[in-house]
């Protein structure tokens, strides 16, 4: 097979119509670039330049074959271009992966603004329903980054954005409402709004309910935070809710648990030495947790 630098002499010398113009665009000695072509013409089979008394100009192989070299030295020229403004943290693709109650509050505003300077023309979004999946998404190379709780096993690089509280929404009318805080024994034997089996959230707030003796009576399941929030304000129940995931209009009726809980919102770096990838992570750790002002108003 040809080598690109054989191309990029035959290319030379066709465009300087001489062996000694071409050697000295490309900064060769004259056998050295006469080397290339002789192992590019062993390599065909054939003569892609004749020697002129001045010059020399291509054989009708080496017409033949012109378009081609051009074409395979500009893909080259893209590769290496394209690697140096990876390199540099400019363009190339962003494979993330977020907890799907987390994407529009956490992930999007930094997002938006990579987007907007055009850092990142391709970014490959998926999302899970809990930590130990965003770890495995990771794990498994189909992200390079991913955006959630602290799973329970992860042996790779993490970098923390912040710590999301949790907190129950009530129907404005509920025999609970009145309380300033509610404890997990409050809520046993009241109705739940809870979320999926397989989500994150479902299992850590079981075992946060067991460790104070209680148990969470679920009367209905949804996969989204967001929904749920909403559900317990229609009526259907009591909804434990991170703060990122009430987003727009607050809640008439808000209240933090005693005692408080809370988790830490972490950033899983599946390849940390690459430059645009650890800028990403930087930003959402720079920007942190989001804050809704009106919710930390009305908690106090």
């Not at 970098?159 to 949790?166: K, W």
């Not at 989204?224 to 809710?241: C, E, K, P």
């Not at 990122?244 to 030495?273: E, F, H, Y």
Request: aromatic share 2%; proline share 5%.
């Amino acid at each position: 097979m040809p080598t690109l630098r054989a191309l990029e002499c035959l290319i030379a010398v066709l465009d300087a119509g001489s062996i000694t113009d071409a050697a000295a665009v490309l900064h060769m000695s004259q056998p050295a670039l006469s080397h290339q072509l002789a192992a590019l013409e062993r390599e065909i089979g054939a003569p892609v330049v004749e020697r002129l008394p001045r010059g020399v100009r291509a054989t009708g192989i080496g017409r033949v074959i012109e378009a081609d070299a051009r074409a395979a030295l500009a893909a080259a020229d893209r590769v290496v271009g394209g690697g140096r403004a990876a390199a540099r943290g400019e363009g190339g693709q962003l494979r993330l992966a977020c907890a799907e109650s987390l994407t529009a509050s956490l992930l999007a505003p930094v997002l938006r603004t990579w987007l907007r300077h055009k850092r990142a023309p391709e970014v490959i979004l998926t999302e899970a329903a809990s930590a130990d999946d965003l770890a495995h998404i990771v794990e498994s190379g189909r992200a390079d980054l991913a955006f959630g709780p602290r799973p329970d096993r992860w042996a790779g690089q993490v970098a923390l954005i912040g710590t999301e509280e949790i907190v129950a929404v009530l129907p404005a009318d509920h025999v609970l409402s009145q309380r300033k805080q509610l404890s997990f024994g409050d809520l046993r034997d009241q109705p739940v709004v809870h979320y999926h089996r397989d989500h994150g959230l479902a299992g850590w707030l079981d075992a946060e309910a067991a460790r104070h003796d209680s148990t969470l009576d679920a009367v209905m399941r949804t996969r989204n935070a967001t929904t749920a929030a909403q559900l317990a304000v229609a009526g259907l129940g009591i909804a434990l809710v991170p703060t990122t995931a009430i987003t727009g209009a607050v809640p008439s009726v808000v209240k933090r648990l005693r005692p408080s809980l809370s988790r830490d919102l972490v950033c899983l770096i599946g390849t940390p030495s690459d430059a645009a990838i650890s800028r990403f992570a930087a930003d959402m750790v720079a920007r942190g947790v989001p804050v809704n002002a009106t919710l930390a108003a009305r908690l106090g």
